[in-house]
Every structure is written in C-alpha cells, then in structure tokens.
C-alpha cells in the first residue's frame, strides 16, 4: 500500500445531485473514467461528460425495478481488491475485473420518506442496499479506495485531489472512510428505529442512537471536559435548529439551559398569550404569562431577580423592541424565541456579547419523543415526560375547592413544577411564579426555600408582604407528610396542587382542611432527575 493513490477510474450514484456536476468535470478534466447509473448517468451526461453506464461494466441489465443493478462481482470486486496482493490482482484479470479507485454514492432518502409520512410500503421501498454495501466495501478497502458519500464533501475533495496531483493521501483516504462508516451507521440506526415503531415495539430488543455533528465546543460542563453538539435529524424546532444572529459561539451549559427554557415556554400556547422562562442551571428561576410579552418578562423576572442574572430567556411569541430593551438592562446570556422584529434585532446588536436564537415556529409539547440517560454500562431510555392535567381531571380532597383564578393559578404552577428539578415546589399568583424551590432531598426543604426566596423578593420589591401570600402551590410529587404543606400554609398559599397517592393523603387532607387551604389531585406524578 502506498500513501498516494491515483484516481483513474469513479463509480458515481447518487440521490442528492447537488455538487454532482462540478465535481465531474473535475474528474473528467484529470482523464477519470466515469461509470454511472439511472439519474446520475442522465444528469452527467447533460453536464457534457461521457459516462458508462454500470450495465456496460457488468454486462447485466439493471432489474427489479433498480433493485439490482450494482451488486455485482464486477462492482465490488473493483472496490474490495487490494492492489498489493498478487492473488487480487490475478483474480481481476482472470474475470475482467477492472478496479474503482474513487466511489461517490449518496442513499435512498428514507429518512426524508418517514418525515413526509410514507406509508409502509412506500418507506420499505427506501431502504437502500446497494449503496451501503459498496460504501462499506470501499471504506474498508480506504488503503486504495476513495470513497465520497456527502455533497459537503466535495470541495474537501477537490483540494486534496488538485493539491496531490490527481491522487488522495491515506490520511485523507482514512478521514473520508471514517464519515462513510458513520453514514451507514446512522441510516441503519434510523430504518431500525422506524421497523420498531411500524410494528409497536418502542422498546426493542437492541436499540441505536445516532447524531450529526452540529458544532465542536470548546469544553462539556467543565472546562477540562470535552464536548460537541450532535443533532438528531428529527427538525424539532428549538436550539437544535435556531438561528443564532450574534453573539459568542453558544457553550455546553448554554445549550444545555437554553433547550430546558424554551422547552418550559412552549407549555405555554401563543394564541392564549404571551409567556416567558427564565432559566439558571437548568431549573426555572421565573416563568409568567402577561398581557404583552414585556409585561410576562417583567413578572418572570420579578421571581428572583438574584438568579436571573446571566440566565436564559426563552420567549412563546416573537422577540419586539420594548422587551428586548428590558431584557438588555440586565447581564443575560441567551435569549431564544420563535422570531425577533427588526426593533428588537437593532436593540440587541448594541450588545454583541447576548447570543439571540430564533427558532421560525414552536414544537409541540406533547409531541411523542424518547428520552436517554447514560449509565455506567448502559442507558435508559423512556417516553418524554408529555404529560398533561385539564380541570375536568382534577380531584378536589378538601372541602374547600378552588376558585376560578386559584384553579388558573394552579394549572399554571403545575405545568412550570414539570419542568423543576425535584424535588420541585412552585408558588404562583397572577399567572406568574413568585417563589421556586428546586432539587432537594427533603420536599420540605424545597417548601420552606420556596417561601424564603418570595420572602426575600419582598424586600427586593418593596412589598409590605411575601408575594407568597395569597399564592397557590404545585408539588411535582406527593407530600409524604403534612409538614410540607404546613410550611406552604405558613407562608400563605391559599391552595395546593398535587398527585396524591401517598399512605398518608388522608393525614395531609386534614391538614389542608385545618389551614383552610384547597387542594386538588392531579392522579399524575412530574418527576425530573
């Protein structure tokens, strides 16, 4: 094996045609012989190059509805012989073997196919064979075989082709092999994944994950840790799929942050009103509904303004001027919504350093999805949480019910409790947060930090009273023991959401009845580790 290797003879067959005729006119230009198939053939040879047509090399017809056309000794025997070895080279020229020195293939689009809707059938139908068998025969055969399976590709290509005269090095031989293996590891993971959902099984016997590259960072959580963003090819809207218009290149906890906001935001539908997170460390530290979106803003950040500074700001409705010249009043890292007007665009390039996301539309919260936690030695993998609770689900225990604005209140609560880390209390009034306690061990802990921070945000705010006054409150969980919600009726909720089951409900309920409070159960628990 030798570290140049001329390209003398390209396979060419591909689906997506972009790039497709400049980088056959850099090979015919260089005397490379063209072998084709169907379409490809077609379009180089209305490019003005002359083309042999894959039959004409194997001496048999394309059959099955294209089904066959490639695989073929004279096909792969070009690929997979090593150039070295005298026993391959007598069995070329024994059966008329002539060797593929560059292979270019792109698949069938059956991750496109399955987006569109594709019945059975119609997706079965691309799956590709023959393109995976000769990309993994001539990425493992890299030692004398150029394989090229992504338009993005192309122009990498051409400089290595024009710099080595003609020829790839090993090194880049082995790069291009190394992204060819990961293609058809990817498209064999996304045919897996759709047979097991075509036939019920959402939890099959083996189960692959695959992502492309989106965007090296410079380190995971810590700086000593390396990281990358992949993406899932699923088109989801969110930071995935954002557009970010400035600022510094986005970091692993901004990406991290910035997915648990908009994530939150978009529990909230648009038609019903503007809504805006604020997260810090991947729990919300103040989520609101307003009549404008700079009044939801303010709401939210009048939760904790401590914990706001340097958070995430994730909007439910387009960015305008008047909220973005808030927002700028305080050091905020990013700020993702579904759109920005040009107002809001020109208030923010005055501060360059704030990375501004827009996504072009929201995601359906309760759009079915997996969800993955790596473990030593494995992974575990469930259905995203997408639960949700209507007022005709709700149980009242005590004998007291809610009014109409605490029920308001409470289905808010609830829905922003989903998105705490547990053991998670939310105090809420006036469709705003006012008080959250997030990730302790101890729910009474969570309860009394709750109050204590809408405590201290009286102070902030100049109020005679805690805002927790008044308030109602969302357990994501079941109070184990009354002291918990003693400590909510302490600091002046008024009423209490949460899923009951506990052994001892009926010792709570009796507490709430005592204090005066209602309380409603949800049936559902919100659990977020």
Known sequence: MTDLVPIRRALLSVSDKTGLEELGQALAARG??????????????????????????????????GRVKTLHPKIHGGLLALRDKPEHQAAMEAHGITGIDLLVVNLYPFVETVAKGGDYATCVENIDIGGPAMIRAAAKNHGFVTVLVDPVDYGQFLSEFAAQDGATSYAFRQHVAKTAYG???????????WMAEALGKSMPFRRSFSGTLALPLRYGENPHQEAAFYTDGSGRPGVATAEQHQGKALSYNNINDTDA??????????????????????????????????????????????????????????????????????FTEVVIAPGADPGARAVFA?????????????????????????????????DKDTGR?????????????????????LLFAWTVAKHV?????????????????????????????????????????????????????????????????????????????????????????????????????????????
């Open 389 to 409: 609770i209507g007022r005709e689900e709700l149980q009242v225990v005590t004998k007291r019910a809610p009014d109409a604005e605490e029920l308001a209140d």
């Open 32 to 65: 490379v012989e063209l072998i084709s198939t169907g379409g490809t053939a077609m379009a180089l040879r209305e490019a003005g190059l002359d083309v042999i047509d894959v039959a004409e090399v194997t001496r048999s017809p394309e059959m099955m509805d």
């Open 421 to 529: 880390k547990s053991n998670a209390i939310v105090y809420a009034k006036g469709g705003a947060t006012v008080g959250i306690g997030a990730g302790q061990m101890s729910r009474v802990d969570s309860s009394r930090i709750a109050a204590r921070k809408a405590a201290d945000m009286a102070d902030v705010l100049g109020l005679s009273t805690s805002p927790a006054q008044g308030a109602v409150l969302a357990s994501d969980a079941f109070f184990p023991f009354a002291d918990g919600l003693l400590a909510a009726a302490e600091a002046g909720a008024k009423a209490v959401i949460q899923p009951g089951g506990s052994m001892r409900d009926a010792e709570v309920i009796e507490a709430a009845d005592e204090a005066g409070l209602a309380m409603v159960f949800t049936g559902m628990r919100h659990f977020r580790h």
């Open 261 to 330: 906001a908009f994530e939150l935001v978009v529990e909230f539908d648009p038609a019903d009103g503007p809504a805006c997170a604020i997260i810090k460390h991947a729990n919300p530290c103040g989520v609101a509904r307003g009549a404008s979106l700079i009044e939801a803003y303010q709401k939210a950040f009048d939760c904790d303004r401590t914990s706001a500074f340097g958070g995430i700001i994730a909007l439910n409705q387009p960015l305008d001027a008047e909220t973005a010249e808030a927002i700028t009043g305080v």
């Open 350 to 382: 005055k501060k360059p350093n704030l990375r501004l996301l827009t996504t072009d539309g929201l995601p359906n919260p309760g759009e079915p999805a997996r969800a993955f936690t790596q473990v030593s030695g494995g992974f575990l993998v469930q």
């Open 183 to 193: 293609l058809t590891a990817a498209y064999d993971s996304a045919v897996s994944t």
